[in-house]
């Protein structure tokens, strides 16, 4: 596979890569606002972010760094963010199943036969079922800052306490109040935070900023918090065959590195790759590294 030129990010064959215009997808009587970066006749990579989170979790320099190196890069809203169906904050009544149907309805809408996945925390769960429910159209799987589906082990570390206080706080926010909205979700990228980079406070606001713009509701976002599993996947990730790489960062405040230390070692042959001081985040000074290794395992999967 060749590679764009190294210098600019978003370049790819010396011209700009942008956005493409929103796509909408179908998936069992609801709408999913999906948007694409790159070149569909190029390996297509799906990114599911994690919960309460947009498409805008995945920052536009992150999808462009991925469609210059060769890749059709796929983002889309899940349901309750964003321009994607959305209902009432307490009446949701899907399941984390249903979220996964979703991934594999956003695939059909861009007539994918197989795709690369990449999740992020609860984005990641969801990947491990899509690749367990429908194997066949997974070329590779990448798991960042995520925890393994059905875990069987000992307990694992979960959300500090200074997070779940900050969310016990939730139900007294009014969501009318423009700036106390922006605090709150200000405060929730702070808790997110790693210690090898400091809080672009600017660039968070600029994307929260973004986000309320896009959604008629966005207190439904946090119907994801209530979201569960339908079936029974006790010890299921550990039946995942394609490739996997982890990503985690060592400073995960959110789903401690245990999580992804455990999900590597329970994946035959999957890949563990551990950065130092990073949060449950993704700061513009490490999305470089992040899109070198996935690069990598993607290219890799696709000989």
Not at 81 to 105: F, K, L
Request: glycine share 8%; hydrophobic share 45%; charged share 20%.
């Amino acid at each position: 596979m060749t590679r764009a030129e190294p210098d600019d990010a978003r370049l790819l064959h010396g011209q700009p890569v942008h956005a493409n215009a929103v796509k909408l997808a179908e998936s069992a009587g609801i709408t999913l606002a999906t948007q694409s970066f790159g070149r569909p006749s190029d390996p297509a990579i799906l990114l599911v972010m994690g919960a309460t989170t947009s498409m805008l979790g995945w920052p536009d320099e992150f999808c462009a760094d991925l469609a210059k190196r060769e890749f059709f890069v796929i983002r889309f809203d899940h349901r309750d963010t964003g321009e994607s169906t959305t209902v009432p904050p307490g009446q949701a009544a899907y399941s984390v199943e249903d979220m996964a149907g979703d991934v594999i309805a956003v695939m059909d809408a861009y007539s994918l036969v197989r795709a690369h996945l990449a999740g992020m925390s609860l984005g990641g769960m969801i990947s491990q079922m899509v690749a367990l429910l429908d194997p066949e159209r997974l070329a590779s799987l990448t798991l960042l800052a995520s925890e393994p589906l059905g875990w069987d082990g000992p307990p694992l570390p979960h959300h500090e306490p200074a997070f779940l206080e900050h969310f016990a706080s939730l139900g007294a926010l009014d969501w009318s109040d423009r700036d106390a909205v922006i605090r709150f979700l200000l405060r929730s990228e702070e808790l997110c935070a790693g210690s090898a980079h400091a809080l672009d406070v600017q660039r968070h606001r600029s994307r929260i900023e973004a986000v309320l713009a896009r959604t008629t509701s966005p207190a439904s976002m946090f119907n994801h918090g209530a979201v569960t599993a339908r079936e029974d996947w006790i010890g299921r990730f550990r039946e995942i065959a394609c490739p996997v790489l982890v990503l985690h960062g060592q400073d995960d405040p959110i789903l401690p590195i245990e999580n992804g230390k455990a999900l590597a070692a329970g994946i035959t042959g999957a890949e563990l790759i551990v950065i130092p001081g990073l949060g449950h985040e993704l700061p513009l000074p490490v999305l470089p590294l992040i899109a070198n290794r996935m690069a990598t395992h993607v290219q890799r999967s696709e000989r």
